[in-house]
C-alpha cells in the first residue's frame, strides 16, 4: 500500500482529482467486497495498457495472472477506511500536488548530526558553527569552506583548494549515479531480494512452535581427542597435593 500510495502521488503531479481517485483504486483495490462485483470493486484501477492492475491487465492481454487470494478479507475494510479517508485529505494532497521530497531534507540534517552526533553533548557555539558550515557546504559545495577560512584570517594553500575541489567533483558524480536509472533499477532489485529474504526466514515453517527442532545446517561439532595417558621421558612428574587432617579438641569450660 505504501508504494501503491506513492507511485499515485508521483503518476498524478498538479492533479488533486486524479490524486485522491488512485487512493481510492487502492483501497477498493486490495480490500475484498464481497457485495460488489470485481468488476465493481477495480472501477477506479486504470484500464490503460500499461497499468498495474493485472485484473484489467487480464481483460485487454486475455492472460490469467490476476489472483483474488492476494488482497485482504472484508474485515479490514473498517480497520483502513479511516486511515485512507485522512490519507485523501484535500489539505494534505494540496502540499503534494509538486511531488517533490523530504530527501534533501534530510541529507543536510545527516551532514550537520556528522558534525555534531545527538548521542554526544555539543555546546551552543559549535552547534551554530556546524550549522553555518553545513548549509554553506550543502548550498554551495566544500570549496565554500575557503571562503570561510578567508573570513577567518586563514588563507587556504593550493593543496586545500584542490582536496575542496575534488570533493566538489566526487559528490556530483556520485549525485548523477544515484539518480541514473540503471543504479535506481539495481537498488529496487537490492531491497526486493532483501525484502523475500527477511520474508522466508521470519515465516519459516515450525518457527514460532514450542516443539521446533533447531535447523540442521549439515556442520558437525568439531569434538576434542581425549588426552590419554603416555609414558613419554619428557612428560613433567604430576604432583599430588596432599592436605594434612587437622584434629581440634575443645576444652570444657569451667562454671
Known sequence: MQNYYGKAIR???GNLEGMRSSIKAIQH?????DELTLEQQHQYCPKSSDTWCKYWKDKADGTKLYNEDNRLPEVFMKQLDPLFTRLS????LRRCLKGMTQNQNEAANGVLWSKCPKTKFCGARRVRIAVCETVAVFNTGAASKAVIMNLCGVTPGVHTMRALRKQDD???????????MKYREKRQKLRAQRKSKGDKMAYQPGGFGLSAKPVDTG?????TPKQTKTNDVNEQPQITFVMPTIEVVGKKRRT
Open 89 to 92: 485529505n484535500d489539505d494534505l
Open 29 to 33: 483495490h486490495m480490500i475484498k467486497n
Open 11 to 13: 503518476g498524478n503531479k
Open 170 to 180: 566526487t559528490r556530483l558524480k556520485t549525485a548523477a549515479k544515484k539518480v541514473s
Open 219 to 223: 556442520k558437525k561439532r568439531k569434538r
